[in-house]
């Protein structure tokens, strides 16, 4: 069987992959067969996998793309495996490489007022939901009126159907969650559903993005990317918003990890703010989101201080 056979038999056996993890595992093995060919896959040895490490990482792809394409890889021969397609796995003996830890980006109170104050209604929504709910993009992209309880003062995060004005989208994970609506942002989605035009459930599209995803729907051609991500010039627009802010670090993602950060901060146990953010796990809490302010060292000098223990002066 060809290495392009094979990955075929692979998603159309894998019930229930993500479209998305799909894609980066189809992408993962055009480069594999662009370097290997598309040979028979029983003569692709574990040294041609240590050799395609390789090549990636001299392309100028940084450790941890390198890694999540090895790791793709490594699945489709780890299914063909259980599936006794294969007798071995050539990737299986190939190490990680190390890559240093990415400093996680925590938005000063400064920075986020600043892209407040320029942004228009929707985007100070989308800014908020973000930095006060700990959304997610595509869950923000994805808000729609219904999810809004004014009267209890959530919001629920919630997987969305095929109805006449929305397209079915699922969350990560698939773990709905209630989290709890501030008074700042509960002023604006009033405002921002009293002016949506009718028929557009969407809190956080605008309506010509919302009618271009309509109109693909209809013609079966909204593909599963783009309910993800309605709004295909959205990290465009963030950094625009950033520009015109003079806020030069960060990103939408960097919302929720600020969110996350304050949540700590304040008190919240760990496993409450798991919770919130919608993680089965509280180490994907701690180790992706949780970060340090910048000033850290002067308040831990202040609580040393206030403690009685500064160091001895001579």
């Not at 627009?237 to 806020?247: G, H, N, S």
């Not at 509280?282 to 970060?291: F, Q």
């Amino acid at each position: 069987m060809k290495l392009s056979e094979l990955l075929k038999e692979h998603l159309q056996g894998k019930v229930g992959l993500q479209q998305t993890t799909a894609d980066h595992r189809r992408t993962a093995w055009d480069k594999f067969i662009a370097y290997r060919k598309d040979v028979d896959m029983q003569t692709v040895t574990t040294l041609d996998a240590e050799k395609f490490q390789g090549r990636l990482l001299k392309s100028g792809l940084k450790e941890e793309s390198v890694n999540s394409y090895i790791r793709e890889i490594k699945a489709v021969f780890n299914w063909a495996l259980f599936h006794e397609i294969i007798d071995r796995n050539p990737f299986f003996k190939l190490r990680k490489l190390k890559s240093g830890k990415r400093q996680k980006y925590i938005y000063p109170d400064e920075c986020f007022e600043a892209m407040m104050y320029v942004a228009d209604l929707i985007d100070q929504v989308i800014l908020l939901c973000g930095r006060k709910l700990g959304l997610r993009r595509g869950e923000i992209l994805n808000l729609i009126v219904s999810d809004i309880d004014f009267e209890k003062h959530v919001v629920f995060v919630q997987p969305k159907f095929d109805t006449k004005n929305t397209w079915p989208w699922d969350l990560k994970d698939r773990e709905e969650r209630v989290v709890p609506l501030v008074p700042r942002l509960e002023r604006l989605l009033i405002k921002r559903v009293d002016e949506l035009p009718v028929g557009q459930p969407y809190v956080c599209l605008t309506r010509g993005v919302y009618q271009n995803c309509m109109e693909l729907k209809k013609a079966g051609k909204l593909s599963e990317r783009k309910r993800k991500l309605p709004d295909q010039n959205f990290n465009r627009r963030f950094a625009d918003l950033k520009k015109r802010a003079t806020v030069e670090t960060g990103t939408c993602h960097d919302l929720r990890r600020t969110f996350t950060t304050e949540l700590i901060e304040k008190g919240v146990p760990l496993n409450e703010a798991a919770k919130l953010l919608g993680h089965a796990s509280t180490t994907t809490t701690e180790k992706s989101y949780v970060g340090v302010r910048a000033g850290y060292l002067d308040r831990v000098r202040v609580i040393i201080g206030a403690t009685g223990l500064e160091p001895a002066t001579s």
